[in-house]
């Protein structure tokens, strides 16, 4: 009741749900943000750890996640406009 299923994470659904995260990606037509974020910050954009966080909160959905990163994007620019949100947080 109300618990997720425990998801155990091994190197090949790592593997495996990175890739299919990279295909989901690519069938999005609107993701002009998360492109120019591809460009400007790409160390981060295909950062492992990032794109891992994505899959994670989507239970490893790669079609979920895709989309959750890319609307990551759109909401930085939205929030912090384009200069200020490709930029890394500073604390």
Not at 54 to 63: C, E, I, P, V
Not at 71 to 86: H, M, P, S
Request: hydrophobic share 40%; charged share 35%; aromatic share 12%.
């Amino acid at each position: 009741f109300g618990v997720d299923r425990e998801i155990v994470e091994t190197p090949a659904l790592i593997c495996d749900s990175l890739r299919s995260l990279e295909e989901e990606i690519e069938t999005i037509d609107e993701k002009e943000a998360y492109e120019t974020a591809l460009f400007i910050c790409q160390e981060h954009v295909e950062n492992t750890e990032f794109r891992l966080a994505f899959l994670r909160a989507s239970h490893f959905d790669a079609a979920r996640a895709a989309q959750r990163m890319v609307e990551y994007w759109n909401r930085k620019v939205e929030l912090f406009g384009c200069e200020k949100a490709f930029k890394p947080f500073v604390t």
